[in-house]
């Protein structure tokens, strides 16, 4: 994703949310899917997603 294209969201705390597609909002904010779990994504963990204790 270029500098300054996308869509940004800001929330109600300040925090910024990128996404580079309407295919990327939507599982972010609608489908509340994980995008280290999927594979199309640029945070995606290979070997899955391990939890600290």
Do not use: E
């Not at 925090?15 to 945070?43: A, E």
């Amino acid at each position: 994703m270029a500098k300054g294209s996308g869509t940004m969201l800001v929330k109600n705390d300040g925090t910024v949310l990128w996404s580079c597609s309407s295919k990327c909002k939507k599982n972010m904010l609608v489908l509340k899917r994980d995008p280290r779990k999927l594979k199309w994504t640029k945070k995606y963990v290979k070997g899955g997603i391990k939890v600290k204790k």
